[in-house]
């Protein structure tokens, strides 16, 4: 059974940095897309950032040069480099798996989810 555990959320100061992890346990293979998604309050989940088996990334315009994902094969850990950090980055973020090496943006094309970790940004 698959299983997601972020960590790494917390409340921030505009301009600062924040990296987020997702322990990932449970998958079969390696054949798998991983990626982060966020809810802001009274707003739709949307994808941030995914990336596949082989390293290939996609990043939302939204956060193209501030955040950056990547993994660690070996330990089987997702993370998310979160850089100069704006209040409209606010949200809760998610850990997701997609049972395919391509990717999406959707959030609903994705098969397992963590609980989610709380970024906070303030002005």
């Known amino acids: 059974q698959v299983q997601l555990v972020e960590s790494g959320g917390g409340s921030v100061q505009a301009g600062g940095s924040l990296r987020l992890s997702c322990a990932a346990s449970g998958f079969t293979d390696s054949s798998y897309c991983m990626g982060w998604f966020r809810q802001a309050p009274g707003k739709g989940r949307e994808g941030v950032a995914t990336i596949t088996a082989d390293g290939t990334s996609w990043h939302a315009d939204s956060v193209k040069g501030r955040f950056t994902v990547s993994k660690d094969n070996a330990k089987n850990i997702l993370y998310l480099q979160m850089n100069t950090l704006r209040p409209e980055d606010t949200a809760m973020y998610y850990c997701?798996?997609?049972?395919?090496?391509?990717?999406?943006?959707?959030?609903?094309?994705?098969?397992?989810w963590g609980q989610g970790t709380q970024v906070t940004v303030s002005s």
């Open positions: 997701a798996a997609r049972r395919r090496n391509t990717c999406s943006m959707w959030w609903f094309q994705f098969d397992y």
